[in-house]
């Protein structure tokens, strides 16, 4: 009886969970310098941040900077995503005191071949709004890969250099 009791526990635990809705998902689809499709990214309200997950594929092997940035446009080139979604005007940089910005990530690797496949984490935007700013604001917001990894310090980019992907963040 014991064992019945503690499954019927999880099963409760299970069911007072909060009911992720399909209305707080988002995806982008991520070009690359010459309008090549070169992967996605996607974005899932969770109960305390956003879960993102990126596969792409075309990138120079080794680290680059990715971040969320505050325009949803990345036309007539990557530069109209402008910055960092980044209201409260702080200092760029996981690793800054004075940072970091609501657009900031940890870097995306590409292994060898090109390919990059990561999921990553921030507490600092939201899907539809709340707390946090929002991906889906009225101008939207854009996935930017830099050309260099980001080194969560320098301003106002890390040193990550050009803009080598990018994608507008769609509701899905
Ligand atoms: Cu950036």
Known sequence: ????AIAFTAMAA???APVSSAADMAAAD?????GAAIGKATFEQTPTGVLMSVDVSGLPPGGHGIHLHAVG???PN???ATGHINPGKVKHG???PEGPDNGDLPNLYAAA??????????TLVSVTGGDMPALLDEDGSAVIIHENPDDHMTQPIGGSGGRIGC??????
């Open 167 to 172: 994608g507008v963040i769609g509701k899905v």
């Open 78 to 80: 990557f530069k109209a």
């Open 30 to 34: 991520i070009i690359s310098t010459d």
């Open 113 to 122: 071949d090109g390919s990059a496949r990561a999921e990553f984490f921030t």
């Open 73 to 75: 446009s990345c036309t």
């Open 1 to 4: 009886m014991k064992f019945a």
């Open 94 to 96: 996981l690793r800054n």
């Open 14 to 16: 299970i069911a007072a």
